[in-house]
């Protein structure tokens, strides 16, 4: 038995954060941002969206796409780092806005790594037999966790969702194998200091601008390139 993804669909807001609205708060230029990113713009949510309402797109989308109904689903896995609360799980949420009632939800919070490491973890599922339909939704509203201020971090990220259903397949297709990996050494090089149980919000580290994402630039990009290559 292999999981097979069967349908994907993605989401992104309608509005626009360009480079050169990035000008205008901090200190780079359109050429330095393409150069260096080949980013040329990113779309945003607006004040009324967040995390779940993307994956929501999403995850009707697939719906719509396979011609099934949301009961059959029986997982919903959604990776993010940006839920909309704490709990309940950004994944319950979707569950309910898509009237999936016989889907049990959860979220799986690894970053860049989220959606990979849950469309391995939805396979599993279906390869043990007990589940036919597990929908994979990958999402992250970075903006919320942007300090605009910050010249290595906001002119990097933006607001999207994407997402699969994965289904049981005894044929030779299907999600064959994967190499999946974790370094918690290099956690002080990109994080988000306070928020969590380590450092709770206070009126400190709200001053202190902790509440959003910080990281070394050049030390993430080296380490990713090795790595990657050496695998």
Same mark, same amino acid.
């Given at each position: 038995m292999r999981a097979t993804i069967t349908t994907t669909a993605h989401y992104v807001p309608?509005?626009? #954060?360009?480079?050169?609205?990035?000008?205008? #708060?901090?200190?780079?230029?359109?050429?330095w941002i393409q150069n260096r990113t080949g980013i040329k713009q990113r779309h945003i949510v607006s004040d009324e969206e967040a995390s779940s309402d993307l994956s929501t797109h999403v995850a009707n989308s697939l719906l719509e796409k396979r011609g099934i109904k949301p009961e059959?689903?029986?997982?919903?896995?959604?990776?993010t780092v940006t839920p909309d609360h704490l709990t309940p799980s950004t994944a319950a949420i979707v569950q309910n806005n898509?009237?999936?009632?016989?889907?049990?939800?959860?979220?799986?919070?690894?970053?860049?790594?989220? $959606?990979?490491?849950? #469309?391995?973890?939805?396979?599993? $599922?279906?390869?043990? !037999?007990?589940?036919? =339909?597990?929908?994979v939704i990958g999402v992250d509203t970075m903006t919320s966790i942007l300090d605009f201020k910050d010249r290595e971090t906001c002119i990097i990220f933006g607001d999207g969702a994407g997402g699969?259903?994965?289904?049981?397949?005894?044929s030779n297709d299907g999600i064959i194998s994967s190499i999946l990996k974790t370094d918690g050494a290099g956690a002080s090089s990109l994080n988000v200091y306070a928020g !969590?149980?380590?450092?709770?919000?206070? =009126?400190?580290?709200i001053a202190n601008r902790e509440h959003f994402i910080r990281q070394d630039g050049k030390k993430v990009f080296k380490f990713a390139v090795k790595r990657m290559a050496e695998d």
């Open positions: 309608e509005q626009i #954060l360009t480079n050169v609205d990035i000008e205008k #708060l901090v200190e780079t230029s359109d050429e059959e689903i029986d997982i919903i896995i959604v990776g898509i009237s999936a009632t016989n889907a049990w939800a959860f979220d799986l919070s690894a970053a860049c790594s989220g $959606f990979l490491y849950g #469309l391995e973890t939805g396979s599993k $599922f279906i390869e043990s !037999g007990k589940y036919n =339909k597990v929908m699969v259903i994965l289904e049981a397949s005894r !969590g149980s380590r450092k709770p919000a206070s =009126k400190e580290t």
